[in-house]
């Protein structure tokens, strides 16, 4: 079974900062028209986020409840359906004892998506990540997926290493569903003159 494994802040949806009120919540520009072509296209679809709200203390833990229906019922108005919802809630700096830790789930670690592969029978070879940001990246690398970046400005630091440079850069998941269902192989070179000047010469 293969998958799309999607971040949820800046990638699914707007990022609103640390948001669990469900009615902020608002799909991004073509996430319906993206999701639902690699649907039809037999991909399991699972996000995969950080939510380290939680350790920081900014809302419980129940929270992401009420996010994740909300996610969902959005998404059912459309005919899609997500397979999975994974989220870490540590953070080593929190605040709050129990999940101020570090962890094997927070990305850039692959943890979430390996305990999604293993409960969905997922191959991760045959997998991809979509994420907003470089640790995104690094996570589906090192899950063993092949990895998009939404060139939406959310990543600032442009931290490159093997592990984060992603396979595609796109600016929407219309975009990065064409890739995916192009079955074009052939990554960014990091050197090619394309229109991403933080790409050129690293």
Same mark, same amino acid.
Request: proline letters at 6%.
């Given at each position: 079974? *293969?998958?799309?494994?999607?971040?949820?802040?800046?990638?699914?949806?707007?990022?609103?900062? @640390?948001?669990?009120?469900?009615?902020?919540?608002?799909?991004?520009?073509?996430?319906?028209?993206?999701?639902?072509?690699?649907?039809?296209?037999?991909?399991?679809?699972?996000?995969?986020?950080?939510?380290?709200?939680?350790?920081?203390?900014?809302?419980?833990?129940?929270?992401?409840?009420?996010?994740?229906? *909300?996610?969902?019922?959005?998404?059912?108005?459309?005919?899609?359906?997500?397979?999975?919802?994974? @989220?870490?809630?540590?953070?080593?700096?929190?605040?709050?004892?129990?999940?101020?830790?570090?962890?094997?789930? *927070?990305?850039?670690?692959?943890?979430?998506?390996?305990?999604?592969?293993?409960?969905?029978?997922?191959?991760?070879?045959?997998?991809?990540?979509?994420?907003?940001?470089?640790?995104?990246?690094?996570?589906?690398?090192?899950?063993?997926?092949?990895?998009?970046?939404?060139?939406?400005?959310?990543?600032?630091?442009?931290?490159?290493?093997?592990?984060?440079?992603?396979?595609?850069?796109?600016?929407?998941?219309?975009?990065?569903?064409?890739?995916?269902?192009?079955?074009?192989?052939?990554?960014?070179?990091?050197?090619?003159?394309?229109? @991403?000047?933080?790409?050129?010469?690293?």
């Amino acid at each position: 079974m *293969r998958a799309v494994f999607l971040d949820k802040d800046g990638t699914l949806i707007e990022d609103v900062p @640390y948001n669990v009120d469900p009615q902020q919540i608002k799909l991004a520009s073509g996430a319906i028209e993206g999701l639902f072509s690699l649907q039809e296209a037999g991909y399991k679809l699972i996000v995969i986020t950080n939510q380290s709200g939680v350790a920081r203390g900014y809302f419980p833990e129940s929270a992401l409840v009420g996010v994740e229906e *909300r996610l969902c019922q959005l998404l059912a108005a459309e005919g899609i359906y997500l397979a999975g919802f994974y @989220y870490c809630p540590h953070h080593p700096a929190g605040v709050v004892p129990e999940f101020a830790l570090v962890c094997d789930c *927070r990305k850039p670690a692959p943890g979430l998506l390996l305990r999604a592969a293993g409960e969905h029978n997922i191959d991760l070879r045959s997998s991809w990540f979509i994420g907003d940001i470089l640790n995104d990246v690094e996570a589906g690398h090192c899950a063993g997926c092949k990895t998009i970046l939404l060139d939406n400005g959310n990543e600032t630091k442009w931290e490159f290493s093997a592990q984060r440079t992603p396979d595609f850069i796109v600016t929407d998941l219309i975009e990065a569903a064409q890739v995916i269902l192009s079955g074009d192989e052939n990554p960014v070179s990091r050197g090619t003159a394309l229109p @991403y000047p933080h790409l050129g010469g690293r």
